[in-house]
């Protein structure tokens, strides 16, 4: 059985943890990279070369993906199926 101090802190870390999730989700500023060549797509949802993450603001957050030619450079099976169900 927990003490009454775990329950509290358990509770503390919870309620900060959902109060991040409700900054992030509020925000809607996450921009994601590409784990493989670091391309970042905009707010567009266009994938970009010349970007750099040194160039985004730090009030916007990075959010690893994979961009389509890396996708299907490197997961060619899965690209395929994606591409046939039309995601």
Known sequence: MRSYV???NM???IQDLQA???EIDNEKDIISICSFCQNLKDTEGK???E???FQIPPEILL???ICP???KKYYPREYQRAISKGI
């Open 47 to 49: 994938w970009q070369e």
């Open 63 to 65: 959010s690893h993906g």
């Open 11 to 13: 509770t503390n870390e």
């Open 6 to 8: 775990e329950v509290v």
């Open 51 to 53: 970007l750099h993450p």
């Open 20 to 22: 991040i999730y409700q």
């Open 69 to 71: 030619r890396c996708a």
